[in-house]
């Protein structure tokens, strides 16, 4: 049960690591450092509770851990504890009904971040080194933007699932928390079998003027920051700026089919390529959800928290139609923004549309919120492109990032590039508080 002396993070408190004789004289990449896992992955002899008691209720202990897991293990790290996650893994903000909320250590107001948020909440309140979460829409990139720390979504299928329970297995993926942008890297290449690599210089650093107009932080908060860093390491002719909804409606003819069909966003502000992007992220998840859950919440009937009650029921009810077309969108999207990027480009864009909202905050009122973010956070949802939220300091007291994204399969290039860029970021904000 989460309690108030840990920020309410986890749900329960153990200590689980590998035998020293396992691994003789080696030194391990990961010794000395302690981690907590989501309570979304599979640890021997206890219960995987997915957010929810009636899941609890109704489910067995594991009888084996999940592979990311054991990677991390046999890397010499120790897990403390499972941490609270939003119920079915089905909400952004972090609120759970049963467990309680985890406490933002960066803004106690405001809301965490979810699904992942207890495992970024114990790695902001520096309880653990760092944290595995998983991220299906935005479940470890918005919490660490809110959280004020790193997040990284790796290349879909770039590490193993197998034990971790489903949201929708298209989009799900394993990511990680890190208040350090070497553990991050150290943690990356744990789980994603990678070699140590000297960095390789990006060959362009796209910055989309329509997707940072999505968001409610001052850009010298934000994209300028990142760009006289860019200008300083790199070169401003690394830089070049676009409009990514009209390359998106150019170059992804299926989504016409979507845009045709919905004029919900337009009061938001949102280009609607961007908007179809997040329609069509959102069908494909409901989909894929409805496989995964339909017959368990219907014969369970589970006690479900505001929002993921009728989005779960919803899903549940949905029917097969356009799906076709949003698995179109998703492969011609992904190719497009292929060969926008190149082999080395990086494309940044905002984490998050603003502010973490405050607790309790009716769902209803979220709606513009919500739209937009998931018109920022569908871009790697959909290309399975990896992404990492980089925090940027406070601005009125709350948490600031931006985010990176590199092509399908980037990640180690990626995970290098925020360590290089994240020392000059540091002395752009210490600049500009002076």
């Known amino acids: 049960m989460a309690e108030s002396l840990d920020y309410g993070a986890f749900m329960e408190k153990f200590t689980l690591q590998l035998s020293p004789s396992s691994h003789g004289d080696r030194q391990l990449p990961l010794s000395g450092l302690t981690f907590a896992v989501k309570d979304i992955f599979d640890v021997e002899g206890y219960v995987t509770g997915f957010g929810n008691p009636d899941w609890v209720r109704t489910h067995a202990a594991a009888t084996s851990t999940a592979p990311a897991v054991l990677d991390i293990l046999r890397a010499g790290a120790t897990c403390v504890g499972k941490t609270v996650m939003d119920e079915m893994a089905y909400c952004i903000y972090g609120e759970n009904k049963h467990y309680g909320t985890p406490r933002n250590p960066c803004a106690p107001d405001r809301v965490p971040g979810g699904s992942s948020s207890g495992s970024a909440v114990a790695v902001s309140a520096m309880m653990v080194d760092f944290s595995l979460g998983t991220d299906t829409g935005s479940s470890v990139r918005l919490p660490a933007s809110y959280c004020g720390i790193f997040g990284f979504r790796p290349s879909h299928d770039a590490i193993s699932t197998i034990g971790v329970l489903?949201?929708?297995?298209?989009?799900?993926?394993?990511?990680?928390?890190?208040?350090?942008?070497?553990?991050?890297?150290?943690?990356?290449?744990?789980l994603l079998h990678l070699p140590n690599m000297d960095p390789i210089r990006p060959t362009q650093i796209i910055i989309p003027e329509d997707c940072f107009c999505l968001s409610s932080v001052p850009r010298e908060r934000t994209d300028k920051i990142l760009l006289k860093s860019v200008e300083k390491l790199f070169g401003g002719q690394s830089v070049k700026h676009i409009t990514l909804g009209e390359y998106i409606k150019d170059k992804v003819p299926s989504l016409q089919h979507i845009i045709d069909k919905e004029n919900d966003d337009q009061e938001c502000n949102i280009p609607p390529s961007m908007a179809a992007l997040?329609?069509?992220?959102?069908?494909?998840?409901?989909?894929?959800?409805?496989?995964?859950?339909?017959?368990?919440?219907?014969?369970?009937?589970?006690?479900?928290?505001?929002?993921?009650?009728?989005?779960?029921?919803?899903?549940?009810?949905?029917?097969?139609?356009?799906?076709?077309?949003?698995?179109?969108?998703?492969s011609e999207l992904r190719a497009a923004l292929t060969t926008l990027l190149g082999e080395h480009g990086i494309l940044a864009i905002p984490t998050a549309p603003g502010d973490p909202p405050k607790l309790q905050t009716d769902?209803?009122?979220?709606?513009?919120?919500?739209?937009?973010?998931?018109?920022?956070?569908?871009?790697?949802?959909?290309?399975?492109?990896?992404?990492?939220?980089?925090?940027?300091?406070?601005?009125?007291?709350?948490?600031?990032?931006?985010?990176?994204?590199?092509?399908?399969?980037?990640?180690?290039?990626?995970?290098?590039?925020?360590?290089?860029?994240?020392?000059?970021?540091?002395e752009q904000i210490a600049m500009m508080r002076e």
Not at 301 to 324: H, Q, V
Request: proline fraction near 5%; glycine fraction near 8%.
């Open 166 to 190: 489903p949201l929708a297995q298209s989009f799900d993926t394993v990511g990680w928390f890190a208040r350090d942008p070497e553990i991050l890297n150290q943690v990356g290449r744990v």
């Open 278 to 330: 997040s329609s069509a992220m959102r069908l494909l998840q409901r989909y894929e959800f409805k496989n995964n859950h339909a017959e368990w919440v219907t014969k369970v009937n589970p006690d479900l928290g505001p929002g993921i009650f009728e989005r779960a029921w919803e899903a549940i009810r949905s029917t097969e139609e356009n799906i076709d077309v949003c698995n179109a969108v998703r």
């Open 363 to 426: 769902p209803a009122m979220l709606a513009t919120f919500r739209a937009r973010a998931f018109s920022l956070l569908s871009i790697a949802g959909l290309t399975g492109f990896c992404q990492v939220s980089i925090p940027l300091g406070m601005h009125s007291n709350l948490p600031v990032s931006i985010s990176l994204l590199a092509k399908h399969g980037s990640d180690g290039f990626l995970l290098n590039h925020v360590e290089t860029l994240y020392g000059n970021l540091k």
